[in-house]
């Protein structure tokens, strides 16, 4: 167990900093293009890792239509936005924002997949928007730069895709549907990253630049998906969901040692109220936790989205 407890720790710490990793290489390619090669070699990863173990499956057509839908949301809308919102806006701030996910997801599956929104879950969003509005409200003098809206926009739609993920995995594998998703998402970021680029678009000749993007992709979007996801069988979803609030305090801190980013009490209190709302708005009976297990299983791959 404690094994297991390594592994999500170490996925975990990966996922927030990738924060820290994204907003160095935003200076160093464009938004569009980083998002799109990154996607590129974690499909080719993944697309490499499910033929030798052979996990392909056939889609249905209904399943298709999901992952075309899939693609335009939780990949071109949401790397399009996360991206160009990190031109902007400090990784520290970006990381507490996309920890409001799962509570947006929650609010999104009793509208759309009729799943009840308890009052614990009402108790646990007021905290973390409380916490939300100390970080990007008092913290940025109450004002909304475009790079806070546009971090705003790519966790709506990361929440969104975990909705669509959900129903998918109604018929099909965790994984496999991440593999299809994410190569079916990168067909569509492609041509849009390939449309965004001109004659003046700074794109980075220098090693180590591209072989943090190969490796983050690799490792933090394809590694640790397939991880994450044969942890979860062992240690169950409510415990390691636990670990998935730590990722902001990680941003922190590897933004802290690598980009000198300066931590404010706004900020530290701001997190510490977002992470507890996050926590008792995740809280369940225990009865209630075996029944939603397998469908949350899908949510951990797929936190790298962003």
């Not at 992709?217 to 044969?230: D, E, F, P, T, Y």
């Not at 397998?294 to 791959?301: C, E, F, I, S, V």
Request: aromatic fraction near 10%; charged fraction near 10%.
């Amino acid at each position: 167990m404690i094994r297991s407890y390594l592994l999500l720790l170490f996925c975990v710490t990966l996922w927030g900093s990738n924060f820290v990793f994204g907003s160095m290489l935003v200076k160093e390619f464009p938004p569009l293009f980083l998002a799109d090669v990154r996607l590129l070699f974690t499909s080719l990863f993944l697309v490499l890792y499910a033929w030798v173990t052979r996990k392909f499956v056939k889609i249905k057509l209904r399943e298709l239509g999901l992952l075309v839908l899939l693609g335009l949301v939780g990949t071109l809308a949401n790397q399009t936005a996360y991206f160009n919102g990190l031109l902007t806006t400090d990784a520290t701030t970006a990381s507490l924002i996309l920890s409001l996910a799962p509570i947006v997801t929650a609010v999104l599956a009793s509208m759309f997949l009729k799943e009840q929104f308890t009052l614990r879950m009402k108790i646990g969003s007021g905290i973390a928007l409380l916490g939300t509005f100390f970080v990007v409200g008092i913290g940025a003098g109450l004002s909304i730069s475009k790079g806070v809206l546009l971090i705003v926009i790519a966790m709506v739609t990361f929440s969104a895709s975990m909705i669509i993920i959900r129903k998918l995995t109604q018929t099909m594998q965790p994984f496999i549907t991440t593999v299809y998703s994410t190569t079916v998402g990168t067909l569509f970021l492609t041509p849009a990253a390939l449309l965004t680029l001109d004659s003046s678009a700074h794109i980075s000749h220098e090693a180590w630049a591209w072989g943090m993007l190969i490796v983050t992709a690799i490792l933090m979007q394809g590694v640790c998906g397939i991880v994450w996801n044969s942890q979860l069988q062992i240690v169950g979803t409510g415990k390691a969901a636990i670990f998935l609030n730590l990722q902001p305090f990680v941003a922190m801190l590897v933004g802290f040692l690598l980009l000198g980013s300066q931590v404010t009490a706004i900020q530290a209190g701001g997190s510490l109220l977002i992470v507890a709302g996050v926590v008792v708005a995740s809280m369940r009976k225990k009865q209630s936790v075996q029944t939603a297990a397998a469908q949350r299983m899908a949510d951990g791959p797929n936190r790298c989205n962003v």
